[in-house]
């Protein structure tokens, strides 16, 4: 196991600093976007990315481009959904992704605003709808991505974080025991396991408050 880590690590390290970070950015930005989200593993290609960050200046660097390609992300999908947002609804895409999750979404947004754009940054398919939803009423982009900010900064900061810490551990034992790398694949492991069963206490609380008046 120690080999294979040894072979990732050195790998994306091999990568200059500025297009690791720059690709990170780009994947991020796409899974963000509109539709795009549901099929690019953006967060895969940040936790990667994220083991190969070298000091501290590189790991704000790489949280500043995923930051970056998140809101960029985001302004996309909500400015697509105040130019084309009942074409794309009604389209064979928009289709594909049901009806019933659309109306979560607009349930969501004309109910809670604000808070709905920030806790759908964490869901697997309303972060893809509701920022073109909350494109379509009279939210205002000043009030979205205000909001979209402080969400984009927490889900960029665990991700960039956990793969610096990951890479960092493994590095530290690695020298001094053969199985170091289990302390690499914990880490991650332990981190996602939360998020899958974060994302589902947030969907359930996110279909209650969507159902709240």
């Known amino acids: 196991m120690n080999d294979i880590l040894n072979w990732l690590i050195d790998t994306v390290q091999s990568v200059s600093p500025l297009l690791r970070n720059l690709l990170a950015g780009l994947a991020i930005m796409c899974e963000t976007s509109l539709f795009i989200g549901l099929i690019i593993p953006g967060d895969t290609v940040v936790l990667v990315a994220s083991t190969g960050v070298v000091d501290i200046l590189d790991f704000f660097f790489l949280l500043g481009a995923v930051l970056l390609g998140s809101l960029l992300g985001e302004t996309l999908g909500f400015f697509l959904g105040r130019l084309f947002g009942p074409r794309i609804r009604q389209s ?13 979404a607009d349930r969501f947004v004309e109910r809670r605003g604000g808070v709905a754009v920030a806790i759908s ?4 398919v309303l972060h893809s709808l509701v920022p073109v ?4 009423t009279t939210m205002r982009y000043r009030v979205f991505i205000s909001w979209t900010v402080a969400a984009c900064a927490v889900w960029a900061s665990a991700y960039v974080s956990v793969g610096y810490l990951a890479r960092s551990a493994y590095e530290q034992i690695a020298g001094q025991l053969k199985w170091g790398g289990l302390a690499f694949v914990a880490i991650i492991l332990i981190f996602m396991i939360i998020v899958h069963f974060g994302k589902q206490r947030l969907e359930i609380a996110a279909e209650k408050m969507a159902e709240e008046k």
């Open 92 to 104: 064979k895409l928009g289709q594909r992704l049901g009806e019933k999750n659309w109306q979560l």
């Open 121 to 124: 940054r964490f869901l697997p």
């Open 133 to 136: 939803v909350a494109g379509m």
